[in-house]
């Protein structure tokens, strides 16, 4: 009886379920790397105000605070060049003028009109929940810029 055939056959099972495990753990490892959004928004005093952030499992990658005038159209809102959710990285209109990806340390973009203003932060899931907890409680949009100050951390 020929050794090799035999061998072939006895490691066939061993080869599909070792392909198996490293195309699940490959797939796991992506998931690790994919990053979600989400997003709130409300009327705060006169205005219409959008948090959206960006998150990895609990870790916040960003947040992106923006405010309009009440009763702006929804057409405006969507294609406000301060922010596009829709390009990967997403991208910011910085100061400069130069649309920007988010950077790769969490950040906070905070826009009052034109104005932005950013850092570096440390925040976690429960710290949105938190902060949405707030966010009924103003009575000016530009207060919300203190409560985002507490997750602010030294520029890395």
């Known amino acids: 009886m020929p050794v090799i055939p035999t061998l072939r056959r006895n490691l066939r099972p061993v080869f599909i379920i070792l392909l198996a495990v490293l195309v699940f753990g490959a797939l796991w490892l992506a ?3 994919i990053e979600e ?29 923006r405010n309009w005038p009440a009763g702006t159209q929804p057409e405006e809102i969507a294609n406000d060049p301060r922010f596009d959710i829709r390009a ?3 991208r910011v209109l910085m100061a400069d003028g130069k649309q920007t990806a988010v950077a790769s340390t969490p950040h906070i973009y905070f826009f009052d009109g034109r104005k932005l203003t950013t850092f570096p932060v440390r925040m976690v899931a429960g710290d949105i929940t938190d902060l949405h907890g707030h966010l009924r409680e103003l009575k000016n949009y ?15």
Not at 142 to 156: F, N, S
């Open 142 to 156: 530009r207060e919300l810029l203190p409560l985002l100050r507490r997750y602010q951390v030294a520029q890395e």
């Open 88 to 90: 990967l990285p997403r």
């Open 37 to 65: 959004t989400q997003g709130t928004s409300l009327a705060v005093g006169g205005e219409f105000v959008m948090l959206e952030d960006g998150f990895r499992g609990d870790r916040i990658t960003w947040l992106v605070v």
């Open 31 to 33: 998931t690790l790397r």
